[in-house]
């Protein structure tokens, strides 16, 4: 139910874009952000770090460029081709450049022009934790558990507000055994119930699935699903109220431990698993809930998110 | 001159590795950051805008990807060819993706099964703001200032500590009168002195040029010196002392604002200017002067941080 003061659902975008909380680049998916939004973000993501706190975290940034060997080990483009970034670049000579400013200007495409480098773009911000960690030698007993921020990206164009191609997500990954990695992916879950509370948002846990690709895509889906690996908190947005996965709660089992050779200290392999927050996802969500106007939300409310 | 507890500058990025400052992740220039780094990054983002306050500029915040069409009428692949980044994603069937993945797996080059997407890695964190700024018709009398901070991309693999493939610049942009332009140019120059007198840091100011591609580009870099359009703040960083550029000062007379049909109150064509930060590099050179561990740094310069 939206409150009496939302925003109406089928103009968000249009009413975001308008406020100049969003601008437009574009690209689908890409938008600039103004003061205000990015307040708004911010708190949320202190008010993820508060839900953290007491796990006592490691504190990791990565840029929003991954080697492209991680991608690979990880077989990110057999599972999701579709949305992975690859950064190309020119690497020619004089002439090769002549060559390639002339096919610009005449409109013409530069593809072949352009080499693939070593990084891709993030899709996930626990992405480059399994490397880090690994490199380290074996975990700590006990395990731990890893902070992470970093700009992300899925090439998924799309007019929908909450569809971005380039976004931030807020991480925790807990390395270690696999009952506390259940258990951790768990207590998060009860968590989120905090979160919706104090930022006064409607939503609910729900089985989720990664969006694998293809026909055999559908398979791994299924049995994910299955398996309930994958669950996420689904939030209204828009006029459509359209459900909206704004943080996912995910047991990768063994599968990136064993890509890494991520051991705990008795040396077995270790499981991992991760709480992610869609930081642009959570602010549309309380745009989209309270209005565009912050300093009209319930004091409680700015009250959590430190407005 | 380093002071006595300064890092030994034949071992910086060894030292930062080591400490866990940085973190590799297997592709030049690209590192990952420790807690501690990233809150001497926020102290030096912090004090930047403390530097700023009394401009009252506008904040706006755009993602690491920039619409491919804005660099192109930047005409950026004609200057800097060989620093661009383009992304690149899969479009294709299930058969494509066989074909792909089948590559991928014999460890065949891959670069033909992606295409071209409608976006690029930013490569200033300024190059948002002029269409943003132009679409929203002629500037206030006066002019105004622009406060963006961003993730940029520059493709110049190396093993300089301070050389970063991707890094956060913090960024002020005038627009408007000609006078005004060279004006503010010439202000944050001044205020220049004063970052290095509260951050303890040696440094000094210098003509520069833009990294021009081939040929054609010795001549605009030349044309570029000899008109001082382009000035850095360069501070010593690592144990050779290398002159690092941290700040830059740049006057783009119409060059933006004619490709970008930004003009004045009274329709005339405007002018822009702008001032960088380099965040990574500024937060390099104080690890650099002041040594590894924050807490031993003078209690002066902590308080200049906020830390």
Same mark, same amino acid.
């Given at each position: 139910?939206?409150?009496?003061?939302?925003?109406?659902?089928?103009?968000?975008?249009?009413?975001?874009?308008?406020?100049?909380?969003?601008?437009?680049?574009?690209?689908?998916?890409?938008?600039?952000?103004?003061?205000?939004?990015?307040?708004?973000?911010?708190?949320?993501?202190?008010?993820?770090?508060?839900?953290?706190?007491?796990?006592?975290?490691?504190?990791?940034?990565?840029?929003?460029?991954?080697?492209?060997?991680?991608?690979?080990?990880?077989?990110?483009?057999?599972?999701?081709?579709?949305?992975?970034?690859?950064?190309?670049?020119?690497?020619?000579?004089?002439?090769?450049?002549?060559?390639?400013?002339?096919?610009?200007?005449?409109?013409?495409?530069?593809?072949?022009?352009?080499?693939?480098?070593?990084?891709?773009?993030?899709?996930?911000?626990?992405?480059?934790?399994?490397?880090?960690?690994?490199?380290?030698?074996?975990?700590?007993?006990?395990?731990?558990?890893?902070?992470?921020?970093?700009?992300?990206?899925?090439?998924?164009?799309?007019?929908?507000?909450?569809?971005?191609?380039?976004?931030?997500?807020?991480?925790?990954?807990?390395?270690?055994?696999?009952?506390?990695?259940?258990?951790?992916?768990?207590?998060?879950?009860?968590?989120?119930?905090? %979160?919706?509370?104090? /930022?006064?948002?409607?939503?609910? +846990? &729900? =089985? *989720?699935?990664? @969006?694998?690709?293809? #026909?055999?895509?559908?398979?791994?889906?299924?049995?994910?699903?299955?398996?309930?690996?994958?669950?996420?908190?689904?939030?209204?947005?828009?006029?459509?109220?359209?459900?909206?996965?704004?943080?996912?709660?995910?047991?990768?089992?063994?599968?990136?431990?064993?890509?890494?050779?991520?051991?705990?200290?008795?040396?077995?392999?270790?499981?991992?698993?991760?709480?992610?927050?869609?930081?642009?996802? %959570?602010?549309?969500? /309380?745009?989209?809930?309270?209005? +565009? &106007? =912050? *300093?009209?939300? @319930?004091?409680?409310? #700015?009250?959590?998110?430190?407005?």
């Amino acid at each position: 139910m939206l409150r009496a003061d939302a925003v109406p659902a089928q103009t968000l975008r249009e009413r975001l874009l308008h406020a100049g909380l969003l601008i437009e680049t574009g690209v689908e998916g890409v938008y600039g952000h103004s003061a205000a939004f990015e307040t708004v973000l911010a708190g949320c993501n202190a008010y993820a770090g508060r839900m953290g706190a007491a796990d006592g975290a490691e504190v990791l940034r990565f840029p929003p460029l991954l080697n492209r060997t991680v991608a690979e080990r990880n077989r990110y483009a057999a599972a999701f081709p579709q949305l992975g970034g690859h950064v190309f670049s020119f690497d020619g000579d004089d002439d090769d450049h002549q060559r390639y400013v002339g096919k610009l200007l005449r409109g013409e495409d530069c593809s072949c022009e352009l080499t693939m480098t070593r990084s891709v773009l993030t899709p996930a911000a626990c992405y480059p934790v399994y490397p880090a960690l690994a490199a380290r030698g074996p975990l700590p007993a006990g395990g731990c558990v890893i902070d992470v921020l970093g700009e992300c990206f899925r090439h998924e164009p799309s007019a929908e507000t909450a569809r971005l191609q380039s976004f931030r997500m807020r991480e925790y990954i807990y390395l270690g055994d696999a009952g506390r990695a259940l258990a951790f992916r768990d207590l998060w879950m009860e968590r989120s119930a905090g %979160l919706l509370r104090d /930022l006064d948002l409607p939503g609910e +846990l &729900a =089985v *989720a699935h990664d @969006p694998f690709f293809g #026909r055999l895509g559908a398979r791994l889906a299924d049995a994910q699903v299955d398996r309930k690996l994958k669950m996420e908190l689904v939030i209204p947005i828009g006029p459509d109220a359209r459900p909206t996965a704004c943080m996912s709660f995910n047991c990768h089992l063994d599968h990136f431990a064993s890509i890494w050779d991520l051991t705990q200290a008795d040396g077995t392999v270790a499981h991992t698993a991760c709480v992610g927050f869609g930081l642009e996802r %959570l602010t549309l969500a /309380l745009f989209s809930r309270h209005g +565009l &106007a =912050v *300093a009209a939300w @319930p004091a409680g409310l #700015r009250g959590a998110l430190g407005l």
